[in-house]
């Protein structure tokens, strides 16, 4: 069986550090009430000029680095964001122009939150095919373009960042034991548009808008959701809770994270989480987080890895890989 194994991951954060301290000078807000209600106590907030694909183009080498090879060596590059430079061409296209890439395909992927998982499920789908070889699957965002700093419920809860992995399609033996991709479940269900969403865009109001939220009712929905693909993900491989070794969830809110991990059954010391330092940088989240772990020693080769993700539309979706 072809698998779409892993060779390597990268991020990038910008400088600039926003602290729950900084924002209470912005907006009517708290360190104690934002932690309280999300676990976040800072993010990074991208320069005046510095892009999504600025980003996404820094993470990309890192990954390349990562793997030890050269930009071309990729044939495909999908890049997860709801903020890219412009309405088109994709940001995918300038990563691609930057690396000097000039064969293969280059595309954007727009599932806001679980904007990597579906990335990492295409890319793994088009590789299977055999129509690619090397993938760079990355996840950027500056949701700091889009926020409404006057609305102290959603301007607390976002960063920007980016995140991406090399994957390659390997002839594996066909079991769990493989490394790679082992399964992936996305789900959408557009009669929850308005409760998270931007008000704007170029054909409904010809401007970018910004990022509106129900809050209560996301979180209402999000643990069932998350839930139900990760035990669709269990069922198709025979695995539980039990064999995973780490879950890597979307970086939303701690209260989220936690509330999952406890319906599934996984340990607290299985859980990644970053959202204290990192917030909430949607697509950028998973690869955010999976880097830290992958860096710090925790996450090593052979280990079952768990990643889920819960976005506006809303978008759901799981992905389980060995890495």
């Not at 995918?92 to 280059?106: M, Y």
């Not at 607290?268 to 204290?276: G, L, M, Q, R, S």
Request: with cysteine; net charge negative.
């Amino acid at each position: 069986m072809i698998r779409s194994v892993v060779l390597g991951i990268g991020s990038h954060l910008p400088e600039k550090v926003l602290t729950n301290a900084d924002l209470g000078t912005i907006v009517d807000t708290s360190d104690e009430w934002i932690v309280q209600r999300t676990g976040i106590r800072e993010r990074r907030v991208a320069a005046e000029g510095e892009l999504t694909s600025d980003l996404a183009l820094a993470a990309a080498e890192k990954a390349l680095a990562d793997a030890g090879l050269d930009a071309q060596a990729i044939d495909l590059i999908v890049l997860a964001t709801s903020t890219p430079d412009n309405t088109f061409p994709a940001s995918a296209v300038t990563v691609q122009d930057r690396l000097g890439i000039r064969h293969g395909a280059a595309f954007d992927l727009q599932a806001v939150c679980s904007g990597f998982v579906f990335a990492l499920s295409t890319a793994d789908a088009l590789l299977r095919t055999g129509q690619f070889r090397r993938a760079l699957v990355i996840g950027a965002e500056t949701f700091s373009r889009i926020l409404d700093w006057t609305d102290r419920t959603t301007c607390v809860l976002f960063g920007d960042g980016a995140g991406a992995v090399v994957l390659e399609a390997r002839e594996e033996a066909g079991g769990n034991a493989d490394r790679g991709i082992l399964t992936s479940h996305l789900r959408s269900d557009g009669q929850h548009k308005q409760k998270l969403y931007v008000d704007g865009g170029p054909s409904s109001t010809r401007t970018v808008g910004h990022l509106r939220m129900e809050g209560r009712e996301v979180f209402k929905h999000a643990v069932g959701m998350i839930t139900d693909v990760i035990e669709e993900a269990f069922a198709a491989t025979g695995t539980g809770p039990d064999d995973v070794d780490w879950f890597v969830p979307h970086q939303a809110n701690k209260r989220i994270i936690d509330a999952s991990a406890k319906k599934l059954g996984i340990a607290p010391e299985k859980v990644v989480c970053t959202v204290d330092h990192h917030g909430n940088t949607s697509a950028a989240s998973i690869p955010l987080a999976l880097d830290e772990a992958c860096r710090d020693g925790r996450v090593k080769p052979g280990d079952l890895v768990l990643l889920e993700a819960m976005g506006g539309g809303f978008t759901w979706g799981s992905v389980l890989l060995r890495w």
